[in-house]
């Protein structure tokens, strides 16, 4: 498995003074995880224990069609044989800030969306996802959706405040053609101008489906998570977040996106690579095998040699 260091090693390394708060790892119970996913919670991990954070997990199942109880429980599973231990959520939902299954917090999503509705700044949207893509310019190759206003009222923002959406109708908000600028931990200066990247973007879908840019703003605040640890395939996505962050009053928290690992033919990781996933990993390696080589890939550790996770708290470089 090969990954792109780039700054991850100072992040590792660097604690920067950081006031006690909250990491979180956020996974979505849709398979099994793989070294991948493996990686972005050991660095979460291990940055909330150095800093004496508290650490959630968080279970990310909006997706009803493809999220599974088996594969939550599983995730669970492999987190305690890997050492990785947490102090909010999981099964048993222990903690202040429940429930901890997306799935099961729609009351907190209804009240954001109630607050981002009455800016005047959100509309209905009876696009269907064939119409959006017969919209999308020939170059934009990167799987990227650029919403084209087709719902869009005609004067946004709409001084008139409040106007709700009929059921079976999607949920957009409106989004300013500016640029918005961020500094990621690990990827630096980062600027990014949403009505080019996506427009405007769904709140919830015409399914009722709450949209995650909605609820992962939702629930990291209400959490009081102030690092949030992710691959860098999300990093973009950061300013849809940071504009929500901004309108419904909220404290963003740092952001670190860490690089994804990929096989030996350069591709990222995926829950199909039966050779990173953890059924392999559990039936050919031990947890320190699996922690120290990954330790090493962070910049936690100068060598792959099998290793506790716990040791990596006090470990320093």
């Not at 202040?96 to 799935?103: A, F, K, N, T």
């Not at 419904?248 to 690579?273: M, T, W």
Request: proline share 5%; net charge neutral.
């Amino acid at each position: 498995m090969t990954i792109s260091l780039r700054k991850l090693t100072n992040f590792a390394a660097e604690m920067k003074g950081q006031t006690k708060g909250a990491g979180r790892f956020a996974p979505s119970p849709t398979g099994r995880m793989h070294l991948g996913n493996i990686f972005t919670a050991l660095v979460s991990w291990v940055r909330a224990r150095r800093r004496g954070a508290r650490w959630i997990l968080r279970i990310e199942d909006l997706d009803p069609g493809r999220s599974r109880a088996e594969w939550a429980r599983l995730i669970e599973d492999d987190l305690h044989w890997l050492g990785l231990d947490w102090d909010e959520g999981g099964a048993e939902g222990r903690g202040d800030h429940g429930p901890y299954c997306q799935s099961l917090r729609g009351e907190f999503y209804e009240e954001a969306l109630r607050r981002l509705t009455a800016t005047g700044l959100t509309y209905g949207c009876t696009c269907r996802r064939a119409d959006i893509m017969a919209t999308q310019a020939p170059h934009q190759s990167d799987g990227r959706i650029v919403y084209a206003g087709t719902c869009r009222p005609a004067v946004i923002p709409r001084p008139e405040g409040e106007r709700s959406v009929p059921d079976g109708v999607a949920t957009r908000i409106w989004v300013p053609d500016r640029d918005i600028t961020f500094t990621d931990e690990i990827c630096g200066e980062t600027t990014v101008n949403l009505a080019r990247h996506c427009g405007d973007f769904l709140l919830r879908r015409a399914d009722g489906a709450w949209a995650y840019q909605l609820a992962v703003v939702v629930d990291d605040a209400l959490m009081g998570v102030d690092e949030v640890v992710r691959g860098d395939d999300l990093l973009l996505s950061t300013a849809q977040q940071l504009y929500l962050y901004d309108l419904l009053g909220y404290r963003a928290p740092r952001f670190a996106h860490v690089p994804l690992v990929r096989n030996e033919q350069g591709i990222r990781l995926s829950k199909r690579d039966s050779s990173a996933s953890m059924e392999y990993l559990r039936a050919h390696h031990t947890p320190e095998e699996i922690i120290g080589r990954l330790a090493q890939m962070a910049g936690f550790r100068p060598d792959p040699s099998p290793v506790n996770a716990k040791s990596l708290i006090t470990d320093s470089l």
